[in-house]
């Protein structure tokens, strides 16, 4: 009788997890019903990587979306989602739907889009996690023994090595793209170039690395690369002929007058203030204080303004003051470049020395008002230490 108890009671239980089971799974999202021949998981997938690549991030998102209301546990739509949400800043929610994806990965296609989908989300994660390239290297190690020929798997990681500073390996992971001439072929020949061009500018500092990937270089950029590249301070004391004052100093108006560094109101927190203020002491044309004793740090610079700079340099470093009016009334040889410009003679003293060149050797403009990149600016730092045989 007890016996018989235990097995009713046993019986009870299990029939009790069985309804509960039912419940749960007719209560979980059902699949919706496609409204028409192009409204499949696939079509939508596809269109969301391809809104992806444009930068339309809130349409991909939709798109994933609408893939997963038809297929909730298609891999490729999570992992879609998952590089959608990151790009728009929901990195733990881009977490979340990778790991979705690789859990429901079935195919080497799905394996391996959820792999190189984790390196991508571990380099825009990098800020946060110190660890941030090991991961993506782990990721990538796992994309490859699914699909040794992914390249998809050797760009991104190419892109995480560029991030690291490590140039070498980017340089190899881009050159396997090329070789393989399948993905991303286009994308990897263009980084390829900036990689090459970043070792020929051999970048010395870790400040220097971390700029020679900028697309478009700031102030505060500039004056880093000066103290640190170039090391302005050491070439202007080796360089600037020495002048001495052996009239009398008041002993507190000289210390004073020793104590009183310039400085600027809105460089307080920034992470290179000690560069800012080292260049705003020594005293470079285009990079002074504006009337509110500001810096802007952050303002871009353009081609015609980081001339007037290396101009200014050149003539502290030679000694040449007729520099400053050497092509005043020449004829421009740039279509673009007026002979009338404020920047106009600053130009053609740097070009002129083969320090800066034509930004479109096809047309011969010099773009005085387009940006300029930091590998750029660490070639022409190179070509001055060059042009004055300048060796820290």
């Given at each position: ?279 705003l002491n020594l005293g ?57 410009l404020p920047y106009f ?48």
């Open positions: 009788m007890k016996h018989l108890f235990k097995y009713r009671r046993h019986m009870m239980f299990m029939f009790i997890v069985m309804v509960i089971g039912a419940f749960v799974v007719s209560c979980g999202p059902a699949a919706r019903k496609p409204t028409s021949q192009l409204d499949t998981p696939e079509h939508h997938v596809s269109t969301g990587l391809s809104l992806l690549k444009q930068a339309r991030y809130v349409d991909a998102l939709r798109e994933f979306d609408l893939a997963l209301e038809l297929s909730p546990k298609f891999s490729l739509a999570h992992g879609g989602a998952g590089l959608a949400k990151a790009y728009q800043g929901d990195i733990k929610g881009a977490f979340e739907a990778m790991d979705k994806a690789w859990k429901y990965a079935k195919t080497d296609e799905e394996k391996t889009f959820a792999q190189v989908g984790y390196i991508r989300l571990h380099t825009m994660n990098r800020e946060d996690n110190k660890k941030w390239l090991d991961k993506a290297r782990d990721a990538f190690d796992t994309a490859i023994l699914i699909d040794p020929k992914s390249s998809a798997a050797y760009y991104f990681m190419g892109v995480a090595y560029k991030y690291g500073l490590d140039f070498s390996q980017s340089g190899q992971m881009f050159t396997k793209v090329l070789d393989l001439k399948t993905d991303y072929l286009k994308e990897a020949d263009v980084e390829w170039t900036l990689v090459q061009k970043i070792q020929r500018a051999m970048p010395g500092t870790i400040t220097g690395k971390k700029i020679a990937i900028v697309e478009s270089i700031t102030r505060a950029d500039v004056a880093a690369l000066f103290m640190e590249e170039l090391r302005i301070d050491i070439l202007y004391k080796k360089r600037t002929p020495k002048t001495f004052d052996t009239s009398f100093k008041d002993p507190e108006k000289f210390k004073a007058k020793k104590d009183s560094r310039i400085t600027a109101t809105d460089i307080d927190k920034h992470p290179l203030k000690a560069d800012i203020e080292g260049i470079v044309r285009g990079l002074e204080n504006y009337p509110d004793n500001a810096f802007h740090p952050d303002e871009l610079i353009t081609r015609g303004q980081y001339a007037m700079m290396l101009e200014d340099i050149m003539i502290k470093v030679t000694g040449d003051d007729k520099l400053a009016t050497k092509f005043i009334g020449s004829t421009s040889p740039f279509p673009d470049l007026r002979s009338d003679n600053a130009v053609m003293v740097v070009t002129s020395r083969g320090i800066m060149e034509a930004k479109d050797f096809t047309t011969g403009e010099f773009a005085p008002l387009a940006p300029v990149s930091g590998v750029d600016a660490l070639l022409v730092i190179k070509k001055i230490k060059e042009e004055l045989r300048f060796d820290r």
